[in-house]
Structure formats: C-alpha cells, structure tokens
C-alpha cells in the first residue's frame, strides 16, 4: 500500500510533513485534503482524524496525525535514506533535536500563528480587522526568541548542531508567510546568524519544490478561500 497523507500544499502543518518526505525521498500520494474548504470535516474524514484536522498519514496500518509525530516519524523510518541525520545520529543528538523541535512548536510557531492569523488570514479570509495589539504583543515576543535563537546560531550552523534537522525545517512554513509573503524582514537584518540560517534552509530544494506547488505569494497562498463557506 502507497504512503498517502491527507492534506494540501498551502497548509503549514502539511508542509512541514512534506518537507520532511522530500527530503527522505518518501514516495507518497498526497490526498488533497482542505481545511479552507471544509473537506477536513466530512465523515469519512473524520473517521481517520477524529479532531478533523490535518495533517494525517497512512501508511500500511499505521494512521499518525500531528505534524511533529509524523516529521519524526519518517525521520526515523526513513534514516537510512535522503538526508541525513535529520533526527541526529546518537541519542545527544536526537535529544537537542527533540530540544529545538519543541522550542519551535510551543514558542517560535505559537508566535507566529498568531502573527499570521492577525496579519493573513483574519483580514484576507475572513475580513476580521487585525488585533493590533495582539501584533505588537506576538512581536515583542518574537524579539526575545530570535535573540535567543542568534546566540545559538553562533555555535552551530543550525539549531541542533552543525547538520539540518527536524528542527529546522518546522520553521518553514509559518516564517515563510511572515517573512517572505509579508515580506517582514526587519527581524533578520539585525540578526545575521538567523538571517543565514533562515537563508540555508529556505533553498533547500524540498521547499522550493512545496513553494512551486502552493505558491509563494500571498494571492496563491489563499486562492483556495474564494469557495470557502464557514462550516
């Protein structure tokens, strides 16, 4: 049975499982699957995610959901192939992936999420006036955890060593429509250890070959609202 995952190019949490498949050279079928026009609450959906959401993988008898779970999973599966060690190689290695994998998650991504919902989505999609002070909030955030981030960075060339990892390539979607669509740059010119790394792993050729399917641009990254009907 074929690796399938349910899901679509444009959704964040989707692309960071595919970035992952790409550079494991997984051979998978991607079930087109969209939050945007409601597909990800249907029934028959629903009986394979039971919260209605996406991503979600099956393969063979395994059904995962949850991005990280899935990253990691094919990560592990898929060692021996593709590029390497982006779970790490030695259980020190694993656990300072596993570190930043949480630090992108539960702080870096929650920020952006945010920033993305008041600056993209809510006034694109929805026509939700921008919480302004939600914004300036999310920002003053986002400084201190660049910061942090700069000073780790001077240690290695990425997050959890000297190798991409996991870790890394979480950050790809949401900073992609924060820094590239919305062209929020500021935060990198004064920080030049994330601004190269931010650099390395957008030109990876697995994210340019998600960007060449979802688009990079905001009109393409939203297109798929145009039927959208609140459920």
Known sequence: ???????????SATARAIVVMLEKEVDFELISTSILLGEHKKPEYMTLQPFGLVPLL????????ESGAIMRYIADKYEAQGTPKLYGSTKAERALVEQ???VESGT??????TLVKELIYGPGLFKIATDQKAVEDATEKLNKVLDVYEAQLTKHQYLAGDFVSIADLGH????NLYFNVLG??????SRPRVAAWWGAILS??????????????????VKAAKSFQPQ
């Open 204 to 221: 990876r050729a697995s994210w340019k070959k998600i960007v060449s399917f979802a688009g990079a641009d905001y009109e393409s990254w």
């Open 184 to 189: 929020k740059r500021e935060l990198l010119s």
């Open 58 to 65: 099956e393969d063979e008898d395994l059904k995962l959901f």
């Open 1 to 11: 049975m074929a690796t399938k995952l349910y899901g679509t190019y444009y959704s």
């Open 100 to 102: 930043w994998m949480e």
């Open 108 to 113: 870096f991504s929650a920020l952006m999420r």
């Open 172 to 175: 790809l979607p949401l900073s």
